[in-house]
């Protein structure tokens, strides 16, 4: 999420999804196996689509033009959700049980959810408020992409991954055609704006945040679960928090505090057998 605030300080977020999509798909392209690749592409083609819509072209984008108007730290931290999201939409999925512990936790995390977003406060009835029911909107669809993707258990990651992530950038690319033909702005104006810093920050989240987080993250989900893999989130607020403030200098209030506690508390009672 670091990366991302950097980007889009010079990067339009059309743009930025479609660079670090394909970035991501010619690092994977090399480590794919062609005859596997060719059977996942052969029989499915729809799962593909869904997983490319729902866990890369929308959430990337609105995260992307979201973290424009809020820091980092906001956005790495109400992505923390995820994991309740997961839950929840697994109970329809896969039937997961539920029990007292899961509902105290799904109660815990909303709590966390609303104090960190903060709606009671006039100043963020506006902007704020509404990019952060983006990122949140962005995490249901992380964990509707996350529990689709295990419907394809026995395809390889990697190769789920490159197509999933490369099916992602053939539909940005109509996205920024459209952005270009409803705004003043031409696709040369946009390249030569992006700064050095932008464009490795850019690359870094191609390679290593998307590529390869994908890969890792359609393997946990390959041997465990959705919803064991959707722990991972756990650290990403966490983390977050620590290097928005460390690298970034993002201000640090006592509702974006006790929300984080409250929506990885949340996450961790939720998932607290798996």
Known sequence: ?????????????????????????????????????????????????????????????????????????????????????????????????????????????????????????????????????????????????????????????????FCSIAFAAVITVPLLIVFLLISDLNFQSLIFSITLTSFISATILGVVCTGIAISVFFSLIKFRSPVFASQSNYLIPCFGFLWSYIFLNENLKFNLLVGLIFIVAGAYLVHKEE
């Open 1 to 161: 999420f670091i990366f991302i605030k950097l980007s889009v300080e010079s990067f339009n977020p059309v743009l930025l999804t479609l660079y670090r999509l394909t970035v991501a798909s010619m690092f994977l392209f090399f480590f794919c196996n062609f005859s596997k690749l060719r059977k996942l592409l052969t029989n499915n083609k729809k799962d593909l689509i869904i997983i490319a819509i729902f866990g890369n072209v929308i959430p990337f984008n609105l995260i992307s033009y979201s973290e424009m108007f809020v820091d980092s730290i906001v956005a790495s931290s109400l992505i923390g959700t995820m994991p309740l999201f997961t839950f929840i939409i697994a109970l329809k999925f896969f039937k997961k049980k539920i029990n007292y512990l899961t509902v105290c936790g799904l109660i815990t995390g909303f709590m966390g959810m609303i104090i960190f977003i903060n709606p009671f406060d006039d100043l963020n009835m506006s902007k704020s408020f509404f990019f952060s029911s983006l990122i949140i909107l962005s995490a249901i669809m992380y964990a509707f992409s996350a529990n689709w993707v295990k419907k394809l258990n026995s395809q390889s990651s990697f190769e789920l991954a």
